[in-house]
């Protein structure tokens, strides 16, 4: 068989320059992809075979929304290894991107990257249908496209309408995680969690004893952008709480 062009010959993972995609897309346009009618259609045998064969009663407990090309999924993944993350991301060619990229890391570390996975999907409409009441424990909101013009507001991902549906498939003490580049989206998403009555806020000890939140700049090739060019990001973390 000849070499794939679109994979490094060396460590057999797929070359980022073949999947390139638009920045970002409309989540409001209609995409045609399969979607799981409820959660109990997630086929989990497809996405995680192995751990599915240790363990058929595991569900996805972390959420990656808008994952990019996967820096945060394989970060997080090792120290992780028993619980099950899923990337949901719009871009086609950029899923399968990080499908490759995770059936290459699995091909040359046996045993690992088993719990991670990724499907395409609008999870502005779909999130419903992936995960049921409470099964999260934590979703991420890593530098979302900022949407800028008033108008198009209602495109970002996080909105009040769209906390409502977060807190359902939230778990009561999961945890919500935002951070952008741009100071007004910040503000934006800062304001929509605190005014939301079931999220609160993460105290600035719970912040610092937290290892995920180092990853939230460092892990995706737009945190390591802004980091690179010395930009400042602007960070929302908040916990579900229970409603009286």
Same mark, same amino acid.
């Given at each position: 068989?000849?070499?794939?062009?679109?994979?490094?010959?060396?460590?057999?993972?797929?070359?980022?320059?073949?999947?390139?995609?638009?920045?970002?897309?409309?989540?409001?346009?209609?995409?045609?992809?399969?979607?799981?009618?409820?959660?109990?259609?997630?086929?989990?045998? $497809?996405?995680?075979?192995?751990? %599915?064969? !240790?363990? @058929?009663?595991?569900?996805?407990?972390?959420? #990656? /929304?808008?994952?990019?090309?996967?820096?945060?999924?394989?970060?997080?993944?090792?120290?992780?290894?028993?619980?099950?993350?899923?990337?949901?991301?719009?871009?086609?060619?950029?899923?399968?991107?990080?499908?490759?990229?995770?059936?290459?890391?699995?091909?040359?570390?046996?045993?690992?990257?088993?719990?991670?996975?990724?499907?395409?999907?609008?999870?502005?409409?779909?999130?419903?249908?992936?995960?049921?009441?409470?099964?999260?424990?934590?979703?991420?909101?890593?530098?979302?496209?900022?949407?800028?013009?008033?108008?198009?507001?209602?495109?970002?991902?996080?909105?009040?309408?769209? $906390?409502?549906?977060?807190?359902? %498939?939230? !778990?009561? @003490?999961?945890?919500?995680?935002?951070?952008? #580049? /741009?100071?007004?989206?910040?503000?934006?998403?800062?304001?929509?969690?605190?005014?939301?009555?079931?999220?609160?806020?993460?105290?600035?000890?719970?912040?610092?004893?937290?290892?995920?939140?180092?990853?939230?700049?460092?892990?995706?090739?737009?945190?390591?952008?802004?980091?690179?060019?010395?930009?400042?990001?602007?960070?929302?973390?908040?916990?579900?709480?229970?409603?009286?």
């Amino acid at each position: 068989m000849g070499e794939n062009p679109t994979h490094n010959k060396k460590t057999g993972l797929p070359r980022k320059r073949f999947y390139r995609a638009r920045a970002h897309s409309n989540p409001l346009s209609d995409s045609h992809f399969p979607i799981p009618i409820s959660p109990a259609e997630v086929d989990y045998s $497809l996405h995680y075979p192995e751990m %599915v064969k !240790a363990d @058929g009663s595991k569900k996805i407990q972390f959420a #990656d /929304v808008g994952c990019g090309f996967g820096g945060l999924l394989i970060s997080l993944a090792p120290l992780f290894p028993d619980t099950l993350m899923v990337g949901m991301e719009l871009r086609d060619k950029v899923t399968e991107y990080v499908k490759e990229r995770i059936l290459g890391l699995r091909t040359t570390n046996p045993g690992q990257y088993q719990n991670i996975s990724v499907v395409r999907t609008n999870s502005m409409k779909y999130i419903p249908n992936y995960f049921g009441k409470g099964q999260l424990q934590k979703m991420f909101f890593l530098f979302p496209d900022p949407h800028f013009k008033e108008k198009n507001h209602r495109r970002r991902v996080i909105s009040p309408f769209l $906390l409502d549906e977060y807190a359902y %498939v939230l !778990a009561v @003490g999961g945890i919500i995680y935002t951070i952008t #580049d /741009v100071e007004e989206l910040g503000e934006w998403m800062k304001s929509c969690l605190e005014e939301h009555p079931m999220f609160e806020a993460l105290t600035t000890v719970e912040l610092e004893a937290d290892q995920v939140v180092k990853f939230l700049s460092s892990a995706t090739e737009e945190g390591q952008k802004v980091a690179r060019n010395d930009g400042q990001t602007f960070r929302a973390v908040y916990r579900r709480i229970a409603t009286c």
